[in-house]
């Protein structure tokens, strides 16, 4: 078996950009990065748990931990985006991936975090260029009823 140099470059650029990731997370125990992520989520959500999150323990409790450690522990809470940016960017990439039940938890946080109606409709706008009209309609349809359940909570009033 031959290994040539690109493979053998491209094998070390991998390691070298796991292991920078992985490398906030090191020295730390998963409770701690648990207890980060749980920060996180309820800067989020109004002070309060993830609903999913917390099913998920009941029957998936490895995939909630690694959720909450890796996920929101170590890669959400990093400092490199705001919370709107970081959410505006997450509702993006629901929207291109066709997953409106992800999409409607992050465009809720999103709002939380500053972002309006309005700059969510820009980004299923801009998902018909990046990822099709079905894709598009479907995000839409997802932030309709997030809107539609927020104006009802909220005596009918619209969101800035």
Do not use: C
């Not at 125990?29 to 009941?58: H, I």
């Not at 018909?128 to 995000?139: L, M």
């Amino acid at each position: 078996m031959t290994i040539n140099r690109n493979s053998l470059l491209a094998v070390a650029g991998v390691v070298l950009a796991v292991s920078t990731i992985a490398a906030p997370a090191l020295g730390q125990t998963t409770s701690e990065r648990q207890a980060r992520g749980n920060a996180v989520v309820r800067s989020l959500n109004g002070g309060e748990p993830q609903p999913t999150l917390e099913r998920m323990r009941d029957e998936f409790p490895f995939l909630a931990e690694a959720t909450e450690a890796y996920a929101l522990g170590d890669v959400w809470s990093r400092p490199g985006l705001d919370k709107k940016s970081r959410q505006l960017a997450a509702v993006s990439a629901f929207a291109a991936l066709g997953e409106p039940a992800f999409l409607k938890i992050h465009a809720r946080y999103a709002l939380n975090a500053g972002a309006t109606e309005a700059e969510l409709k820009e980004v299923v706008y801009l998902t018909t260029v990046t990822a099709g009209f079905p894709k598009a309609i479907a995000a839409s349809q997802a932030l309709s009823e997030l809107f539609g359940e927020l104006k009802a909570g909220n005596g009918g009033a619209p969101r800035p």
